[in-house]
């Protein structure tokens, strides 16, 4: 059974930075797209950022140029560095595995997810 666990949360001050984590169990890891969406109160679930198998990355152009989505698949972890953090990027943050390298579907169950708080 998949399983993907969140961490990295937290309460930061506008202009700063957090680096969520996303380790992943019950898959072969290395063979997946994989993704972060965010979710604010009263807003949809949206695409925040993805990674292919081969390490091409996309973004939604509210967070382009600030956080940047890696993966090591020998842990079994994607990671979202988040720099300049608005207020605006207060949201639950989840990870998925990704349907295709370049869209913005995610595939898949998803986890408890990581509260980012942005206080300005």
């Known amino acids: 059974q998949v399983q993907v666990v969140e961490s990295g949360g937290g309460l930061v001050q506008a202009g700063g930075s957090l680096r969520l984590s996303c380790a992943a169990s019950g898959i072969t890891f290395s063979i997946y797209h994989m993704c972060w969406f965010r979710q604010s109160p009263g807003k949809q679930r949206e695409f925040v950022a993805g990674?292919?198998?081969?390490?091409?990355?996309n973004y939604a152009d509210s967070v382009k140029g600030r956080f940047t989505i890696s993966r090591d698949n020998a842990k079994n972890v994607v990671y979202l560095q988040m720099n300049s953090l608005k207020p605006e990027d207060t949201a639950v943050y989840y990870c998925n595995r990704k349907l295709t390298a370049t869209g913005t579907r995610a595939s898949g169950s998803w986890g408890q997810g990581t509260q980012v708080t942005v206080s300005s």
């Open positions: 990674i292919s198998t081969s390490g091409s990355t």
